[in-house]
């Protein structure tokens, strides 16, 4: 990374704060091993803070002008970007970065400054995963392979749609699968954020309809290759997957929220309904946080409110 990849944080900061805007780039690739998209999120949002600090104040901000920032200046922040309508989603995690930036500069010996520790994060709306209903899922995966013509395509998409669902995977995890890695036994190491590797029990299904697609596929990109391929060979886009997965909806009826990611919200969904304990399946899924994996209770009990809303005799009342 250097100074002219990030031209608004250079515009706005002087030559030791964009020094220590590196030095935290290169903490969070090599020492949290934050994905590079994450890493993307976190410079846009400090940019953008920097900026602000940089008209706020009336002129290029240095690591004193940070140390020495008071509440009232974080809070004209935040007002600033409640003022260009930033969903409260966004403006948290935008003031979630500008701390983590503080804490950093604090553990360096950079700058220090308690203001932004005081400062209340907005409250977000409690978001529920989407998943799908049992039958829904099964139909979305037993049906994925009627979106394309293509035979070794239609056999790649049940595939894919299985082991997110039977698996849990994020999308992004299976098509990192290399060919060696194809699921052939009862356990599948996966790699997940940030590196952190988790084993995945495979049911027969999934060995099934992966074994179909590799029988089918007419592509040979070698033991580390990619497990996906594309049309032509190559790592399959994402964004195929989200092509076909808008295709299926249309083709069966389902709601928007049925997108691949809606697949692993499913699996672990279905396992709680089955008796699942949330330990489990916290490490099923690669959460880092209880927590993380605790909001799929709240799926269950919505489903379970909706039931009583239209059995209960007193429901209308």
């Known amino acids: 990374m250097t100074e002219q990849t990030f031209p608004d944080i250079s515009n706005a900061a002087d030559v030791e704060t964009v020094a220590a805007v590196v030095a935290w780039h290169r903490w969070l ?157 009862d356990v599948l190491v996966v790699t997940g954020k940030g590196g952190k590797q988790r084993m995945v029990p495979v049911l027969p299904a999934v060995v099934e309809a992966v074994d179909a697609y590799l029988r089918a596929c007419p592509w040979s990109p070698g033991p580390d290759g990619p497990l996906f391929v594309g049309a032509r060979g190559g790592p399959l886009n994402p964004g195929v997957v989200q092509r076909q997965m808008r295709r299926l909806r249309a083709l069966l009826g389902l709601p928007e929220t049925a997108t691949p990611h809606a697949l692993r919200h499913s699996f672990a969904t279905h396992l709680l309904a089955g008796g699942g304990d949330l330990r489990t399946i916290q490490e099923l899924l690669g959460h880092a946080s209880l927590s993380t994996t605790q909001r799929y209770t709240d799926v269950d009990v919505a489903r379970l409110a909706a039931v009583h809303r239209r059995a209960h005799p007193r429901a209308a009342k």
């Open 29 to 185: 690739t090599d020492e949290r091993r934050a994905s590079a998209h994450t890493v993307a999120g976190y410079h846009r949002d400090l940019g953008a803070f920097l900026a602000f600090c940089a008209g706020h104040l009336g002129g290029t901000v240095g690591l004193a002008d940070l140390a020495g920032l008071t509440p009232a200046d974080f809070r004209a922040y935040l007002a600033d970007l409640a003022n260009r309508g930033l969903a409260r989603t966004s403006i948290a995690r935008a003031l979630a970065t500008v701390r983590g930036f503080f804490r950093f500069l604090d553990r360096r010996g950079l700058a220090s400054n308690a203001a932004v520790g005081a400062l209340r994060t907005p409250k977000v709306p409690h978001a529920v995963p989407k998943a799908l209903g049992e039958t829904d899922a099964l139909s979305a995966v037993e049906t994925a392979g009627m979106v394309s013509d293509d035979p070794w395509v239609a056999a790649r998409d049940v595939a894919l749609m299985m082991m997110m669902y039977g698996c849990g995977l994020r999308i992004g995890e299976a098509l990192a699968l290399t060919h060696r890695q194809a699921p052939r036994g």
